[in-house]
């Protein structure tokens, strides 16, 4: 599986943006997804997940109320609505496909990784 994530932009503190995950190569519809995010300097961080139906998600604390991750087996995508962004949430934004269908925060069970998008909240 090929991923490729998109949507990233600058936007001002307490905007909104709609990042996407599209799959090439193969589907991802049997998996879970996640999405991860590395900020300058820092460690790669869990952002949020969702399991292969869409079904079940979980959210770091961090997003929780904010960010809304969700999918469409029949485009072979995953969106990632990103709302009430902080500067703190600037970072590249990691979209991956799990080993299994379920979801998870962790990254080691993730097996395939796209190219990150650019997230920029200004303050």
């Known amino acids: 599986v090929q991923l490729q994530a998109s949507g990233g932009g600058l936007v001002q503190a307490g905007g909104s943006l709609r990042l996407s995950c599209a799959a090439s190569?193969?589907?991802?519809?049997?998996?879970?997804v996640g999405w991860f995010r590395r900020a300058p300097g820092k460690e790669r961080e869990f952002v949020a997940a969702?399991?292969?139906?869409?079904?079940?998600?979980t959210y770091a604390d961090s997003v929780k109320g904010r960010f809304t991750i969700s999918r469409d087996n029949a485009k072979n995508s995953v969106t990632l609505q990103l709302n009430s962004l902080r500067p703190e949430d600037t970072a590249v934004y990691y979209c991956?496909?799990?080993?299994?269908?379920?979801?998870?925060?962790?990254?080691?069970?993730?097996?395939?990784w796209g190219r990150g998008t650019q997230v920029t909240v200004s303050s």
């Open positions: 969702i399991n292969w139906n869409g079904g079940s998600t």
């Open positions: 991956a496909a799990a080993r299994g269908a379920t979801y998870s925060s962790t990254s080691t069970n993730y097996q395939y």
């Open positions: 190569r193969r589907t991802f519809s049997n998996n879970g």
